[in-house]
T-cell receptor
Framework: GAVVSQHPSRVICKSGTSVKIECRSL??????MFWYRQFPKQSLMLMAT?????????EQGVEKDKFLINHASLTLSTLTVTSAHPEDSSFYIC???????????FGSGTRLTVV | GQNIDQPTEMTATEGAIVQINCTYQ??????LFWYQQHAGEAPTFLSY????GLEEKGRFSSFLSRSKGYSYLLLKELQMKDSASYLC???????????FGTGTRLKVLA
């Protein structure tokens, strides 16, 4: 089946630094990628939608200058958390419609800890 | 606004049947999805309803009533490995976006 490879799976960074998270569709072309954030024991909150070749669309309340999204190719979308702070510590996960099933394919998630 | 509600936690016994309810109020509807998520892992797709009625897939069934804004996921012959969070999600019409519910943490006891 369709696979979205997400890296890194875990990252610890110092406050004030930037972290890049990559999501690659391995056997399909992902023209759209959704980026979610999930706090412990809570559900997934949509942060933004990236579309290949165009600017990302951010949900209300999400700072686009802090969470930079790039979708430069049909198989790669990246999320960069800039000037990270401890409150940005969360589980970040991407997903894409794969065209093969009704459901979307999710990446394996990235656990970000900012110290 | 968008609102999707599920019970926060449920507990059931191995071998039993459990029903997880989901009610929704969204601006537009293009399908209701159920996902399973184990702690620290990505959600995995379980089922999809776009028309009213029951969809059955092995031990899992999902029901939808669009007029009532209501769905449920039915899990039969519960196994310990079914202990997980179950997420209800509505796809908004005209987009590919999902709005996720609060999630239900199911604990299966021996």
């Amino acid at each position: 089946g369709a696979v979205v490879s997400q890296h890194p799976s875990r990252v610890i960074c110092k406050s004030g630094t930037s972290v890049k998270i990559e999501c690659r569709s391995l056997d399909f072309q992902a023209t759209t990628m959704f980026w979610y954030r999930q706090f412990p024991k809570q559900s997934l909150m949509l942060m933004a939608t990236s579309n290949e070749g165009s600017k990302a669309t951010y949900e209300q309340g999400v700072e686009k200058d802090k969470f930079l999204i790039n979708h430069a190719s049909l198989t790669l979308s990246t999320l960069t958390v800039t000037s990270a702070h401890p409150e940005d510590s969360s589980f970040y996960i991407c997903s894409a419609p794969d065209g093969q099933s009704y459901g979307y394919t999710f990446g394996s998630g990235t656990r970000l800890t900012v110290v | 606004g968008q609102n999707i509600d599920q019970p926060t936690e449920m507990t059931a016994t191995e071998g039993a049947i459990v029903q997880i309810n989901c009610t929704y109020q969204t601006s537009g509807f293009n399908g209701l999805f159920w996902y399973q998520q184990h702690a620290g892992e990505a959600p995995t797709f379980l089922s999809y309803n776009v028309l009213d009625g029951l969809e059955e897939k092995g031990r899992f069934s999902s029901f939808l009533s669009r007029s009532k804004g209501y769905s449920y996921l039915l899990l039969k012959e519960l196994q310990m490995k079914d202990s997980a969070s179950y997420l209800c999600a509505v796809r908004v019409s005209g987009t590919y976006k999902y709005i996720f519910g609060t999630g239900t943490r199911l604990k299966v006891l021996a």
